[in-house]
């Protein structure tokens, strides 16, 4: 244990070789990694969590370095989870590598870390729900983490953050159709990104009119707003848009929304929890590999296999 202790401190201290040592045994599984992100669970709470998505190539690593320098300048620190969900060689990494080559390789005030998406389903939200733990223990002001916004699982990742940004870029209509199922709910800001470019205005009157259709959301009104990352434009009223939603969480809202998070949480845990154990049992017992020929030969299915094996543990 007296590794993992080790850890912690050097998390606890803001120490970037124990930031990276600890995000890496999350990532590969390790043993010792639950009982580390329940330590640090206890001094987390702190820091303000955004998250980033929308369709690839849209512009969320270029604004979210532009983002990491404004805030740097104002004295803030910050952490940086980017989900790459193809390959460590694209994406995310692009960013990590992107920004390293500039300034802030040598700035202890910003940590930034590509998560590939190389285990199983839901492996990768939870994996990247806690390195935004990590970061948030170790002291970070600000938690951005970047997703393509896609499927179920950049969904899950989105939820940890206190403040949601949707980045698109003008043409992408398309894109606005496909991710209006999930990602349009979920979204506090709207950014337009390269409003260098045509149809920049036009992509913001379809999200603005997108958004007064919808007239259930109450509370907050999402803002919509254009950016040039490229070049910075935007990013100033970007940050005071982020400032304003983080005003209005402080009203009341932040409360409700970390309720929902710790029943998503809760919720998710004892899934994993059970199915592992359950996965487990069968394997041990050899029944597994029978099971799974059952299934291939369609003598059963795997909902029925699923109910049987919880209607035995009911029965315990
Ligand atoms: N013209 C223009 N190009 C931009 C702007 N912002 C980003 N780009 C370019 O768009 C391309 C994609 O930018 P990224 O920041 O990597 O986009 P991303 O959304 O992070 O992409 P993925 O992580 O692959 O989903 C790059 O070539 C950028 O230089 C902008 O404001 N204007
Ligand atoms: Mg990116």
Do not use: C
């Amino acid at each position: 244990m007296r590794k993992a202790e080790q850890l912690v401190q050097g998390v606890l201290q803001g120490n970037r070789r124990s930031i990276a040592k600890t995000i890496t045994l999350i990532e590969n599984n390790e043993p010792e990694a639950p009982k580390i992100v329940s330590v640090l669970y206890q001094q987390t709470g702190k820091a303000h969590v955004i998250g980033v998505t929308g369709p690839t190539g849209s512009g969320k690593s270029t604004l979210i370095e532009k983002l990491i320098r404004e805030l740097r300048r104002r004295g803030k620190t910050v952490g940086v989870v980017a989900v790459d969900p193809t390959s460590p060689f694209t994406g995310g990494a692009f960013l990590g590598d992107r920004v390293r080559m500039q300034e802030h390789s040598t700035d202890e005030g910003v940590f930034i870390r590509s998560m590939a998406n190389r285990n199983a389903t839901g492996g990768l939200a939870k994996a990247t729900k806690d390195a935004v733990r990590v970061l948030d223990a170790s002291g970070k002001d600000i938690v951005i983490v970047e997703t393509v916004g896609a499927g179920q699982s950049e969904v899950e990742i989105v939820k940890v953050s206190h403040t949601v940004i949707v980045v698109l870029a003008p043409g992408l209509g398309d894109d606005i159709q496909a991710i209006k199922a999930g990602i349009m709910e979920i979204a506090d800001i709207f950014v337009v990104n390269k409003a260098d470019r045509q149809n920049a205005d036009k992509s913001l009157s379809e999200i603005q009119a997108m958004l007064e259709m919808n007239t259930e959301k109450k509370g907050w009104k999402p803002s919509v707003l254009k950016t040039t990352a490229l070049t910075g434009e935007g990013i100033t009223e970007l940050l005071a848009r982020i400032e304003e939603h983080k005003e209005y969480l402080k009203k009341g809202a932040l409360e409700a929304s970390r309720k929902d998070q710790v029943e998503t949480e809760l919720v998710e845990a004892i899934k994993q929890k059970i199915a592992e154990s359950m996965v487990e049992d069968l394997k041990r017992k050899g029944e597994w590999e029978k099971l799974k020929q059952k299934i291939l030969a369609k003598e059963t299915d795997p909902y029925s296999v699923a109910d049987r094996l919880l209607r035995k543990l009911r029965r315990n």
